[in-house]
């Protein structure tokens, strides 16, 4: 395995059992360290620290282990298997009800670089480094004995996350199906993982859309940046007066209203659009006492923070001037870099701007399925708002 040498002191963070190094840490290295390299990380003095991939960037190293073992099939065995007994332990796997979840989520499972997202009997494997991407076909197989009887396929699409690889390509690594209907809480949703974002469908909005359900009955919803039209579905069964979905791209409003209809055929209570969340909300009428904002990441990287937080603040602030008295507002920021203070400063501004008295009835984080590694507070990334609007 080769080396890497950190600067004097620079082992300080990952005596904390923090999961990253980064490239102004790194004293020197092996000459023929190359991207996706398995590496042993040493102090300036030799002693062994960690264990993980090597990439060029400003993540030099994603740590995989901090003691010094092999990264083997049995390595990969055992933390797929103790990602499996976390879902297990909290009630999201092995649920009739429910067949979607995400059974890995990078740096939360001790896997840094990976995801795994489960529907129904379909595994959809995403590699976020390159040197996940190198192992994909070990890690496939040791998923498959892991689950068991639980999944017959493993779907592998790491085209939008590492496009620059020449030997890219999605596609099946196990098994095959076009059967792409999974059961989130009771409810079928088509899942596209073909060609949708992400692993094909928002998981780490489950609980947050069951908690909108309870706030649906009667409303006239709003649902902004649609794409599956999960929070439409909910308030569907929540019992909504009206749901409208918006959403720029034509493909998210065919598949929402496929989800509607898988659902509730022949229901009128819903309509779906195919527009500019700002423009619309400009155009809107005041008719909507529940609106949902969860647009894609403003921000994906620290230099892009500012004209986020603004943005952020202009989409809430139509939001406060459309909705009616009495109304409630669900907004979220999935943002990374933007923390849970900058986002709440951002919709408080907003409040401000239109004038309008708000309460926080409830604040929102990403669920269970996607853990936080306590040694990891980069982790934390969705963030959410529930607020009544006088």
Partial sequence: MKKLYLKRGKEESLLRFHPWVFS??????????????????????????????????????????????????????SRLASALKVRQSIGI?????????????????????????????TAVMQAHSIGMHLQRKQIAEQLVKVMGSRID???????????????????FVYGGSEDN????????????????QKTGFFVDQRDNRSLLERYSAGKSVLNMFCYTGGFSVYAMRGGAKLVHSVDSSAKAIELTNRNIALNFEGDNRHEAFCEDAFKYLEQ????????????????????????????????NNKAF?????????????????????????????????????????????QPADHPINIYHPEGEYLKGLVLYVE
């Fill in 153 to 171: 396929n493993v779907y592998y699409k790491s085209e939008t996350t590492l496009p620059f690889m020449d030997d890219m390509e999605n596609g």
């Fill in 24 to 77: 102004g840490a790194i004293a020197q290295a092996d000459d023929d360290l190359k991207d996706g390299d398995l590496v042993r990380v040493l102090t300036n003095h030799g002693d062994f620290i960690a264990v993980g991939h090597f990439q060029m960037g400003s993540i030099a190293v994603r740590v995989l282990s901090f003691r010094d073992v092999d990264i083997d099939a049995d390595f990969w065995a």
């Fill in 284 to 315: 809107a009428g005041n008719n909507y006492d529940l609106i949902i904002l969860d647009p894609p990441a403003f921000a994906k990287h620290r230099g892009a923070l500012h004209n986020a937080l603004k943005g952020y603040t202009r989409l």
């Fill in 321 to 365: 001037q459309k909705i009616q008295p009495g109304g409630i507002l669900f907004t979220f920021s999935c943002s990374q870099v933007v923390t849970k203070d900058h986002f709440r400063n951002a919709v408080f501004t907003a409040a401000a701007q239109a004038g309008r008295k708000v309460r926080i009835l409830h604040q929102l984080h």
């Fill in 93 to 121: 796997a092995d649920n009739p009800k429910n067949n979607t979840y995400r059974l890995v989520h990078g740096e939360g499972d001790n896997l840094p670089g990976l995801i795994i997202d489960v529907y129904d009997r």
């Fill in 181 to 196: 209907v999974a059961l989130e809480n009771g409810l079928k949703f088509y899942v596209d993982w073909l060609r949708g």
